[in-house]
């Protein structure tokens, strides 16, 4: 079997913008040569295709609140060395754009595009009080642990 | 042989409250659908598996205290994220009982039920200035880098 | 085909002064037992390979000087979990001399020795502003994530 035709497959546990930015690089990378790939997103990862790209308060009990606004959506993602009010995502951004590297945005699309299968993680999900609707569309369907083994095995697993 | 079969090794580094939880889901996940799954604890990783709960002063040298009380022990793990006053870990604690999913400590007994094997690394014992019987009993052996890649072949490493 | 003969790949992302220890610890113990070892050099990670080993402001725009300055270099590498004022990582070193155990400089020089081959990510470099006269000359060569994936085929894939 020609290594282009493995599989790769990404734990995105973190919401740490710099980190977000790997895994879709990676993803699109890998895809782009020909690699069969799937993101797996869990905990603070599941902030990155969350729809509501602003802190809201839309959580039903009060714990789920104080997480809403905690960890925020894709607009408010911290970089995880340094995050000075907020400053640094969007330096990084700007500092992309200027050197025409791809933004996340159009990261997740690119990876839509080239075939890269997101799923989301079931237990995070009810952990955290998300619901599939809060997801974006090209979300594929909602996993567990075993599930998302299963669709992994016989290739490389990473945990972003 | 089939998938289910296969090994999976998981090095957990981090002494974050998140991490812990997801490295257990995975090896229980992992476990109940019948594959092999071993655990290296090493550098702030060892604080899962120590036994003394409680930050205490209890290392030889000076440094070794300085070292054990800003590591801490199971029941102050800190949350990756944001950890305010420790509150965090508790209220993810009471999300988890809210919601029925297991707690960390339920999870390290469930995944010694389901037969995932426990290592502890010895380079970082002994920079950390931790003796095997500061672990908890269902660590299986103390044993270096050289020792855990044999344990982890033919199967795939998660770094977490 | 021998275990021994496998090929470990390692994405050193984070700079963080534990991770990095990590990153050599695990590559040297692999390529000690005759594991094929590379280790693809990114984003923080890069921190860990730059020549200039004390924070400047060398960048060409002001933005690469706010990066440059943030990043710094191989003597200011923050710990992960506390870095009280550059204390701690100079703590770790001084214990793991103490130790007998090896440090972050001798380890770039052993892995070198023991055949550990060093790349660095070049899409990385481009946001950073960081040239390839700017890293050690241990450095083989600066790569995309396409020709690390390839580098990296057949083997596991670790990301730290």
Known sequence: MPASSKKLSIISFSGDFDKAIAVFTLATGAAAVGREVKIFFTFWGLNIVRKNKWRSFTGKGV?????????????????????????????????????????????????NALGVQLFACEMAMVILGIKKEDLVPEIRSVTGVAGFLEEAKDGEILFI
Chains 1, 2, 3 share one sequence.
């Open 63 to 111: 714990l789920d609140r104080v997480f809403n606004f905690l960890m925020g959506g894709l607009a408010c993602l911290p970089l995880s060395r340094f995050n000075f009010l907020g400053l640094s995502p969007r330096l990084m951004t700007y500092m992309m754009k200027k050197n025409n590297v791809a933004t996340l945005p159009e990261l997740i699309e690119s990876a």
